[in-house]
């Protein structure tokens, strides 16, 4: 009994023992003063630490912004674009307009809002170091209102991309903008959603917009929000309010889909859209409690596609998707966000509901052309100088119609191209006499400006159908 009594005592003093020296040696590492101590050997930029490592040298407190907003003011840019407009022969006025962007490299890509430099050729970036560029439109995609910039430099400070699936609503972010051309100006304030539509890019556009009640105004849209680490987690791209100015509800591209976006831009000229080949409608409150039960959550597929992705893979209309690659999928936002994720020919394991039973099946992804091809639509200047968009012809169309050429996808309204009555759909195979295979060998022939004599043919007509034009007018 005595040994018994012994060893508990001496138990007891070890555990008191080791308490004491834990709390003497973990306190120092949150104490203030510690911090300033370290931050005299260490400049805090240096510091690339993660997870529980990071707060040993920073505060624990999860409202310090200050590390965060001095990557995002560093890392955001102004944009100014300033463009001549004509209205007759003699009188021509200035139409400028101003917003923000963001440096996500140091050799000098900026991504920022479509909407910001739309049909702009004078664009100028400025930094908040006060450096200023002269921007190039790489690309652009109207669909997700996303544009890629380009300036010369390769030394810029940039901001990382961060996994804006990760956040979490009532998670601080911080939005980093020029409002009201006011420089590198910081806001606080907390996700308040995930996947909203507010309907603002119309029925053609791609809407899964992170919803925040970070102060965001005019001036704001393309620049950042970013996450307490200063990673970048979506582009400010519009505001929902009565009066202009912020009410409270701002709305942001998640960075996931603009980092898809600008990676197809500069690898293909273009987004590589995926498409399934089927229709999906949210579940309403009335199917749930009718037919599925009130926990039930997905998106109702109403209608599928003969011989789309989808149908080849066994779905059927009424199945409910709740899954893509393990992401859950609670409405039609967050559907249409992860499919645009993806490009043509990736496989992806979709998980529904039927019958209310569990299936899953691994689906093919195709192209709007129901093929597993890239399309790179091509929007290069003198293309819309010209008035047209173009790709070239899939491996299908070829096969099937046993020639090469380059397809017209658009022609816009009163261009130049327009006013020789060519329509979308119009094969191009001989450009000044020289046969055309792609778009790159159309270009570099237009590029060279002058008389142009297109020949081709539609596929639904017989014959050959030439158009002339002056690049030099």
């Known amino acids: 009994m005595k040994n018994t009594l012994y060893i508990l005592l001496v138990s007891c003093l070890v555990s008191l023992l080791s308490i ?30 993660e997870g529980s490592l990071r707060s040993l040298f920073t505060s624990s407190s999860p409202t310090d912004f200050t590390l965060a907003a001095n990557k995002g003011r560093k890392a955001t840019v102004a944009i100014s674009t300033f463009d001549q407009e004509h209205y007759n022969q003699s009188q021509r006025t200035m139409k400028s307009s101003h917003g923000s962007g963001v440096i996500i490299s140091s050799d000098g890509y900026v991504v920022t809002n479509y909407h910001v430099i739309k049909e ?7 930094t908040d170091e006060q450096k200023q560029f002269s921007g190039r439109m790489v690309g652009y995609d109207e669909f997700t209102d996303i544009a890629l910039l380009k300036v010369e ?8 991309i961060g996994n804006s699936d990760s956040i ?66 979506g582009i400010n791209t519009a505001i929902m309010s009565e009066s202009g100015n912020s009410e409270g509800f701002s709305f942001a591209i998640p960075s996931n889909l603009v980092q898809k976006v600008i990676f197809d831009i500069i690898e293909f000229g273009s987004v590589q859209r995926a498409w399934m080949g089927i229709r999906v409608f949210n579940l309403s409150d009335l199917e749930r409690s009718r037919k599925l039960g009130e926990n039930t959550k997905g998106v109702l597929i109403d209608v599928v596609e003969k011989e789309g992705a989808a149908a080849s893979a066994g779905l059927r209309k009424d199945d409910i998707i709740q899954f893509i690659n393990g992401s859950a999928i609670l409405n039609k936002s967050q559907f249409t966000e992860q499919l645009a994720l993806y490009r043509p020919g990736d496989k992806i394991s979709v998980k529904f509901l039927r019958d209310n039973k569990e299936v899953r099946k691994t689906v093919i992804l195709r192209n709007q052309l129901n093929t597993t091809d890239y399309i790179s639509i091509r929007k290069d200047p003198i293309l819309k100088k010209l008035g047209i968009e173009l790709r070239n012809l899939d491996t299908k169309e070829a096969r099937r119609m046993r020639k090469q050429g380059v397809y017209v996808v658009s022609v816009k309204k009163n261009g130049i191209l327009d006013r020789t009555n060519i329509d979308p759909g119009y094969i191009i195979t001989r450009c000044n006499e020289t046969p055309v295979q792609t778009v790159d060998e159309l270009v570099e022939i237009l590029n060279k400006k002058g008389k142009i004599y297109l020949e081709g043919f539609y596929e639904n007509y017989p014959g050959e159908y030439p158009y002339i034009f002056d690049l030099n007018i």
């Open 20 to 49: 004491v020296v834990y709390d003497h040696l973990s306190k120092p590492y949150h104490q203030p003063a510690n911090l300033d101590e370290f931050s005299r050997l260490v400049n805090n930029d240096q510091l690339n630490l």
């Open 120 to 126: 702009s050729t004078n664009i100028k970036i400025t």
């Open 153 to 160: 430099d390769n030394q810029l400070p940039y901001m990382a």
């Open 168 to 233: 979490h609503v009532g998670e601080w972010v911080l939005a980093v903008g020029n409002p009201y051309n006011l420089q590198s100006s910081v806001t606080a304030g907390i996700v308040s959603a995930k996947a909203r539509d507010i309907n603002v890019l119309q029925t053609q556009g791609i809407e899964s917009f992170i919803q925040t009640d970070a102060a965001v105004n005019p001036g704001n849209s393309g620049g950042a929000l970013i996450n307490t680490n200063g990673e970048l987690v």
